[in-house]
């Protein structure tokens, strides 16, 4: 397993910060608007989770078959793969940010 060693004070700050950053979107956007939003979508909101994590999962399992190194676990590579398309959709240079991530 290939993992960046960070310092715990490290951790704990980017934790913070990224936990006060999704608070702050959740409240932006309004807790009431995101229920209602789910309810307005029903058992289509489960379907479109579905569908999505079925193309992560492929996609996951092509990096793996790219990459071929033991020392990446799929879980791992999972994480990366969900993490550089919510990078994607988060800013404004798309292609260009989750390529020099990946």
């Known amino acids: 397993m290939l993992r960046v060693k960070m310092k715990n ?3 704990s700050i980017l934790f913070i910060l ?6 702050y979107l959740i409240w932006d956007f309004g807790i009431n608007n995101i229920i209602d939003n789910i309810q307005k979508t029903g058992w289509y909101f489960v379907l479109i989770i579905g569908i999505w994590l079925f ?3 492929f996609n996951t399992v092509a990096w ?3 990459i071929n190194d033991k020392r990446i676990s799929f879980s ?3 994480s990366i793969t969900i ?20």
């Open 83 to 102: 993490s550089s398309y919510a990078l994607n959709y988060m800013t404004p240079f798309f292609i260009l940010v989750v390529n020099l991530i990946k």
């Open 64 to 66: 793996n078959y790219i």
């Open 55 to 57: 193309i992560y999962f």
């Open 76 to 78: 791992d590579l999972f």
């Open 9 to 11: 004070k490290t951790k």
């Open 18 to 23: 990224g936990f006060a950053f999704f608070v």
